[in-house]
C-alpha cells in the first residue's frame, strides 16, 4: 500500500526554544516522543518496549525545525518537527510531518495527539 505524506498541526504554549530542546535533544524526546533515545553521529537511536530504530538528521534550523529520515523508511520519506508562531495569534504552533500507509492516517492522528498531549505536560504548556 502506498504511503501519503501527513501534517499534523498544534498549538503549543511554550516558547519555540523551549519547545525545541524537546523535539531535538535525546532527554527532551525520551519525555515524550520515545521510551530510550540516544544520541549517534548522524541522528539517534529511539527505542519503544522491544523496538529500536535509528533516525538520521537531514535538515535542520535551530529553534524553528528538524527532519529526520528513519532507517526503516523510504529514501524520500521523513518525520518532521517545525515550530511556527502565528502572526495573529502569537501561538507557537507545532507542526509534524511524517508518511504513513494510507489506511493508518487516522490512527496515526489520534497517537500524535496523544503524544503531543504528552510533550505539551512536559513543556508546562497547560491553560
Avoid at 525545541?20 to 529511539?46: C, M, R
Avoid at 495573529?88 to 497517537?111: A, N, P, S, W, Y
Wanted: hydrophobic share 35%; charged share 30%; net charge negative.
Amino acid at each position: 500500500m502506498a504511503k501519503v505524506k501527513c501534517t499534523y498541526d498544534f498549538v503549543i504554549k511554550s516558547s519555540p526554544a523551549i519547545l525545541y530542546n524537546f523535539l531535538s535533544t535525546p532527554s527532551g524526546l525520551s519525555q515524550w516522543f520515545a521510551d530510550h533515545v540516544t544520541e549517534y553521529d548522524k541522528g539517534f537511536i529511539f527505542s519503544w518496549e522491544e523496538y529500536v530504530e535509528k533516525g538520521e538528521v537531514i535538515d535542520e534550523e535551530d529553534c524553528h525545525f528538524i527532519r529526520i529520515h528513519m532507517e526503516s523508511n523510504e529514501d524520500d520519506e521523513f518525520l518532521e518537527f517545525r515550530i511556527e508562531k502565528s502572526e495573529v495569534t502569537d501561538d507557537t504552533i507545532l507542526i509534524i510531518t511524517e508518511f504513513v500507509e494510507e489506511d493508518e492516517v487516522k490512527e496515526q492522528q489520534k497517537l500524535w495527539a496523544t503524544q503531543v498531549d504528552s510533550l505539551v505536560t512536559c513543556v508546562g504548556g497547560r491553560n
